[in-house]
């Protein structure tokens, strides 16, 4: 039986790539912090291994034993430049120097998920794709490419392939929660009252993409965004998910005056917050770009890897689970 190492594993996309290793015949090794919420992953079939990234005597005996080692784990909100950076790069980094300290196994592959955040938007329509020179315009997307050029750096050694995704949705998720909520009350927000488009993946594809990134011969020392293979308007979300619930809905343009507002209260309310909220001022710089849209075709030619679930049902099953956890 082959052995799996997952960073970040009781969140959102981690508890999913958990679920799906274990059905594919893996021994997951799941690492997460004491005292972490794990109601995600508590009923799953896999070893728990509680440590903090940036303490490696912790995790490295059993995670330089394993064949594949998926660093998911990162910090997607945070308070200050310097709490992005030490989540996702200096976290990276420690992790990635303890393993290279020890003797591995033969073939051992390491799978690092970034963001397209990374890279930055799209211009227009036209998508950006790997050979695209990377813009980001945020602390995160600056964090996650620094991350990123250091697993690059070291892929040789460690046999790494990097995975890139758009925006995640799906069961679990509670970013896109937000946007659907508001439509949900027949309200279909738009910044500044105009449309704006961007790359999606339903997380069980993004779950069954970064499990093939793992065992797929032509994955090591390469980069693919893994992403439906057309981008979408939020306003064609919105559509879908009033279709779906059998409801109306009306376009509210909000003026970019009043999110600055916002972001600028949410940030100094963010400083008293366990966890900050999704809206912020850096938040904002991405939400006012109109295109946010990366081609997956390289995944599918060299991988085989294409998205399975449709958007209509991709929603409909996130819907549905919102509504039995009591989350709409």
């Known amino acids: ?31 997460a912090r004491p005292g972490s919420n794990l109601r995600w992953i508590h009923h799953l079939p896999l070893k ?21 080692v998926f ?14 950076f030490n989540g996702n790069f200096k976290a990276t980094q420690v992790l990635v120097d303890a393993l290279l300290s020890r003797k591995r196994p033969k073939g051992q592959r390491f799978v690092f998920v970034s963001s397209q955040a990374a890279w930055g938007p799209s211009a227009s329509l036209e998508p950006i794709d790997e050979n695209t020179p990377p813009r980001p315009l945020t602390w995160y997307g600056e964090s996650k490419l620094k991350a990123q050029e250091y697993v690059w750096h ?13 925006a995640v949705y799906g069961p679990r998720d ?17 910044l ?12 069980s594809d993004l779950a069954r993409g970064l499990a093939l990134m793992g065992r797929h011969e032509a994955a090591p ?31 509210v343009p909000v003026p970019m005056p009043i999110m600055q507002l916002t972001a600028l209260f949410s940030d100094w309310a963010n400083r008293f917050k366990k966890k900050p909220s999704i809206i912020s001022r850096q938040k904002l710089i991405e939400m006012r770009q109109d295109f946010w849209v ?27 689970w919102y509504y039995q956890h009591g989350w709409l």
């Open 174 to 190: 509670t970013d896109v929660l937000h946007f659907l909520k508001a439509v949900s009350k027949g309200v279909i927000p738009q």
């Open 221 to 251: 020392e390469d980069i693919f965004f893994l992403a439906h293979n057309r981008p979408f308007a939020w306003s064609e979300l919105a559509r879908i998910t009033l279709d779906t619930l059998g409801k109306r809905g009306v376009v």
């Open 71 to 84: 660093h998911v784990a990162g910090v997607t909100r945070a308070r200050s430049r310097e709490a992005y």
């Open 154 to 166: 070291n892929r040789k050694i460690l046999q790494a392939a990097i995975a890139c995704p758009p």
């Open 1 to 31: 039986m082959k052995s799996a190492f997952v960073t970040g594993a009781n969140g959102f996309v981690g508890s999913h790539l958990c679920e799906r290793l274990i059905e594919e015949g893996y021994k997951v090794y799941a690492l």
């Open 192 to 203: 500044e009252g105009r449309d704006r488009y961007a790359s999606f993946i339903h997380v």
């Open 48 to 68: 728990m291994v509680f440590g903090d990234l940036l303490e490696p005597a912790r995790y490295l005996n059993i995670m330089a034993e394993c064949d594949v």
């Open 294 to 320: 990366c081609s997956p075709k390289k995944a599918e030619k060299k991988l085989g890897f294409s998205c399975q679930t449709d958007i209509r049902e991709g929603i409909r099953q996130t819907l549905e």
